[in-house]
């Protein structure tokens, strides 16, 4: 569901592992069904040709079959997995959680890069997949393929998180390096478009919504706490003038997209906002696509740092969380 950035770069990496993922894990895949708003509900259970949809040629309309919903739409395809990559819908996740519980329902395993769900469903959905025996699993959502949350899940039991700061915003980051280089706030824009970290709608990314709502899904996860989105206090890079942006950069400091969340009593204080940054701290030096995040748990801190990474990487943590849910 979706095939834009996200879409596209998993399906290569399917295609680009699949003699490895068959030797190793003894896993052998058939796209049958890809949706778009634009390109409507195909569907074929005995297999679509991938390099063709990759490429633009999708099948005639009076070819293939074209569902009319969803439901009628994963039926049809036979889904096993069903992957959720379509647009962010910040304040209400629709229509990804539906989709969802409709694949779910169907007795597949749902797998969403799309954050919507995690923040305004996560324990129906958890629950709907515990009820059905499957998998629901959405590591891709922060940091890409960095494992965060099977990290916390498998390695890090008995642990209290008592919070966490990042930069977690690629296209941010990217649009901040690009001005500092001497770049517009549009050409920076552009140039985060044109390697694939922005959705083809930006805003959620400038206006940091997405930011707040991976600060949301990590808190909620990992730090299981009943939080809103309206509770992350949130700005955006919209407002920094570009000039000051440089001038500070020339003084041996950095504006960022900060992500932060901190426990206090039951409840957590969160924010996502542009701070300046002092040359020494860790996050002033995340150049281009490049996140990272600190955890502040009880019993020790560690940090993780994403280096540059591209589209790809976003694909993979679909390709983890898919030999998870067949293999596991
Ligand atoms: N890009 C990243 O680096 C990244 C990283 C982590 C997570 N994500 C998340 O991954 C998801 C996809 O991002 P992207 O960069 O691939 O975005 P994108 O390039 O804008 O593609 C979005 C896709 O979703 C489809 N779509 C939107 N609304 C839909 C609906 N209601 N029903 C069916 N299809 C719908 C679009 O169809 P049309 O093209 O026909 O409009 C398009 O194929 C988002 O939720 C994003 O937050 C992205």
Not at 12 to 31: A, C, M, P, Q
Not at 132 to 160: C, H, N, R
Request: hydrophobic share 40%; with cysteine; aromatic share 8%.
């Amino acid at each position: 569901m979706g095939f834009g950035n996200v879409g596209k770069a998993f399906l290569r990496l399917l295609i680009s592992k699949e003699t490895e993922i068959r030797r190793r894990y003894d896993v052998r895949w058939r796209l049958t069904g890809v949706a778009t708003r634009r390109n409507g509900w195909l569907a074929d259970p005995d297999g679509l040709n991938p390099l063709a949809i990759l490429n633009g040629r999708w099948p005639a309309q009076h070819h293939s079959f074209q569902a009319g919903n969803a439901r009628e739409w994963l039926e049809h395809a036979k889904a096993d997995v069903f992957f959720e990559a379509s647009s962010l819908n910040v304040h209400t996740g629709q229509p990804a959680i539906d989709h969802i519980k409709t694949a779910l329902d169907l007795g597949a395993h749902a797998i969403s890069v799309n954050k919507g769900p995690i923040v305004h469903a996560l324990s129906e959905l958890t629950a709907l997949a515990r009820e059905k025996g499957k998998k629901f699993l959405y590591e891709a959502t922060v940091m890409d393929g960095v494992p965060i949350f099977s990290m916390f899940q498998l390695g890090l039991p008995a642990t209290e998180l008592r919070g966490f700061c990042g930069v977690l915003n690629s296209t941010t980051n990217v649009v901040l390096t690009e001005i500092e280089k001497g770049r517009s706030f549009e050409e920076g824009v552009r140039r985060a478009q044109a390697i694939g970290v922005a959705e083809s709608d930006p805003s959620a990314d400038l206006d940091g919504w997405d930011a707040a709502v991976k600060v949301a899904a990590l808190a909620i996860v990992l730090m299981n706490v009943p939080l809103r989105l309206d509770q992350v206090r949130r700005t955006g890079i919209r407002e920094l003038c570009e000039e000051k942006i440089r001038s500070v950069r020339t003084s041996g400091m950095r504006y960022k997209l900060v992500c932060r969340a901190e426990r206090r009593g039951d409840g957590v204080d969160c924010s996502a906002q542009p701070e300046l940054l002092l040359a020494s701290d860790p996050l002033a030096n995340l150049e281009g696509t490049s996140s990272a995040v600190r955890f502040d748990l009880d019993v020790f801190g560690f940090s993780l740092v994403e280096h540059n990474p591209g589209i790809e990487a976003t694909g993979y943590g679909l390709l983890a969380d898919f030999l998870r849910a067949v293999s596991g």
